[in-house]
């Protein structure tokens, strides 16, 4: 499986755009790129994905180069209640694990 | 909206207890999941359902079993629970195993075996 590298933490002023990096410079042409966050004692929640489109959703906004090699998360106007691991995650084709690494910890200041 | 309801939130269970975690969908996905998640270890996949009544072991099958009797619902079955077992445990599901759809997960069943 493609091997994601993540920044441990972040922080982020509130009202203010959160940009999540991650690099994944092993992944391969029919490999998807997601987005999960996980707010303490609850499960991963799905935020976006995408293979070599932008892509944008009312959660999120998703920047994948034109590589591929890297991607950026964005949550254009982060809240409190944005405050979480976020784990960006390469997925096999036709493949049923999700290997989640350790993530960013972003925490959102008012 | 989608939905991946886990009936227990919080367990505490015995050593030796017979323990039946249940996970319901309600967004007739063919794909269901169930990973646990531990501190340090990310999570880990148990068993996954690809259809009614069958199953594939994950990574970590040890101790563990599963029933999928109808579409909507997979279970999860600690035979023997041991003390190894507390653990968070994750129920998911995905329309399909093709990657562009979305796997969804459930809010998490917290176990505690004493």
């Known amino acids: 499986d493609a091997k994601t590298t993540q920044p441990p933490s972040m922080d982020c002023a509130e009202g203010r755009a959160a940009n999540l990096p991650c690099n994944h410079s092993?992944?391969?042409?029919?490999?998807?790129v997601y987005w999960y966050r996980q707010i303490h004692s609850q499960g991963p929640q799905y935020i976006i994905h995408?293979?070599?489109n932008n892509e944008t959703n009312e959660m999120a906004s998703l920047i994948i180069t034109e590589d591929r090699k890297s991607s950026t998360l964005i949550l254009p106007h982060a809240t409190l209640r944005d405050t979480a691991v976020y784990y960006c995650?390469?997925?096999?084709?036709?493949?049923?694990?999700?290997?989640f690494g350790a993530g960013t910890i972003l925490r959102v200041k008012s | 909206d989608v939905k991946v309801t886990q009936s227990s939130r919080y367990l505490v269970k015995r050593t030796g207890e017979k323990v039946f975690l249940e996970c319901v969908q309600d967004?007739?996905?063919?794909?269901m999941f169930w990973y646990r998640q531990d501190p340090g270890l990310g999570l880990r996949l148990i068993y996954f359902?690809?259809?009614?009544?069958?199953?594939e072991k994950g990574d970590i099958p040890e101790g563990y079993s599963v029933s999928r009797e109808k579409k909507e619902r997979f279970s999860l079955i600690l035979e023997s629970a041991s003390t190894n077992q507390t653990s968070m445990y994750l129920c998911?599901?995905?329309?399909?195993?093709?990657?562009?759809?979305?796997?969804?997960f459930g809010e998490g069943s917290w176990l505690t075996v004493v």
């Open positions: 998911a599901s995905s329309l399909s195993q093709e990657s562009g759809n979305t796997i969804y």
């Open positions: 092993t992944i391969s042409g029919n490999e998807y």
């Open positions: 995408g293979l070599k």
């Open positions: 995650i390469v997925r096999v084709e036709y493949g049923n694990k999700l290997v």
């Open positions: 967004m007739d996905h063919e794909n």
């Open positions: 359902s690809y259809d009614v009544k069958m199953k």
